[in-house]
């Protein structure tokens, strides 16, 4: 199994309490740990506003990150789980993901979905169209970013998006252009651009009965189109809390839950954290639980595992733990 692991960037609140002026000193040490470390790959979000509600604390541009991180680390792949296809034009989305690679020397992943958080949509004007549309831009936009990434130039008229001869010099250095991971299970879209298009998908592991039916029907997708099933990586992400002991993880919960009620309320902040207590979240306990479940998850064709640890920018504790007991037991 492979392993990829978020930085904090606000979205999540997971850097309340920071001093915005400190928070980009905090993102960069992670990510230089991250790269000296056992990781293959550093993540973050497309999102602009935070969760579960928007507010005024801190919410960091991904692709901004991602030059950032291109620069000042030199082994980690970076990637986003995932880009909003409809956020930028794809051909420039595709232009500033090959300048970025160049940064990087390679190192770039493509994360790219439909997007799905309403109220950013529409604070940053760009209405909320309906599933199917979101899901045709998806489409169209893959296809425009292959393009370019492959030939150097792009030309669509579509129904969503229309470029001719859009050109994208240098290339990416990556042989093929850069990997696309398609995040999402849709079952009869989302899933069948993945089998068309994507190195890698990414849709939910935590519940392994899921995970294997969504698997059937990518499988299903890749026999209808041509394609090669085993040449597609399966990635899931997961909510991530480990510390030696049980009572040792409900008091971490604790703390997070702590952090985040002055922002959320009482109400807010309990349910910020049920994941993490009621057993929904694959990843939360001791180290020995979590290799098991993992270990259910990677024998059912999991090959990559991104892990978002929501103490990370206050405590690296539980990150140190996982390097040192569960990522050795599942290489």
């Not at 057993?279 to 090959?303: F, K, M």
């Not at 206050?314 to 007991?325: K, P, T």
Request: net charge negative; glycine share 10%.
């Amino acid at each position: 199994m492979r392993f990829g692991m978020f930085v904090p960037q606000g979205w999540r609140h997971d850097l309340v309490g920071i001093d915005p002026a400190a928070q980009w000193a905090t993102m960069s040490a992670l990510a230089q740990a991250a790269d000296a470390g056992p990781w293959e790959s550093l993540w973050v979000y497309d999102h602009f506003h935070t969760v579960p509600v928007p507010s005024d604390e801190a919410t960091h541009e991904a692709w901004t990150l991602m030059s950032a991180f291109a620069a000042t680390t030199s082994r980690i792949r970076l990637g986003q789980m995932c880009t909003c296809m409809s956020y930028r034009n794809p051909a420039y989305l595709a232009k500033v993901a090959a300048t970025v690679d160049l940064i990087s020397g390679g190192r770039v992943e493509m994360g790219i979905g439909a997007g799905w958080y309403e109220h950013e949509w529409r604070a940053y004007g760009y209405g909320f169209p309906r599933a199917g549309v979101r899901l045709g831009m998806l489409r169209e936009g893959v296809e425009i970013m292959h393009q370019a990434w492959t030939t150097g130039e792009a030309t669509l008229d579509g129904e969503h998006y229309q470029v001719s001869g859009a050109r994208v010099r240098p290339l990416p250095l990556q042989e093929g252009g850069i990997p696309l991971w398609i995040a999402g299970g849709g079952e009869k879209v989302t899933l069948k651009i993945a089998a068309q298009y994507a190195r890698y998908t990414n849709f939910s592991a935590n519940d392994l009965d899921e995970f294997v039916h969504k698997s059937a029907l990518l499988r299903e997708h890749c026999a209808e189109l041509g394609t090669d099933f085993s040449a597609i990586t399966r990635s899931g992400n997961f909510n991530t809390v480990v510390a030696p002991t049980e009572a040792e993880v409900r008091s971490r919960i604790d703390t997070i839950e702590s952090r985040v009620e002055p922002y959320l309320g009482e109400q807010g902040a309990a349910a910020f954290v049920r994941e993490y207590r009621d057993g929904s979240a694959a990843c939360v306990g001791t180290p020995e639980q979590v290799i098991e479940r993992l270990q259910a998850r990677r024998d059912a064709g999991l090959g990559y595992a991104i892990h978002y640890f929501p103490e990370a920018a206050y405590d690296r504790s539980g990150i140190d733990l996982f390097e040192r007991e569960v990522i050795p037991a599942l290489l």
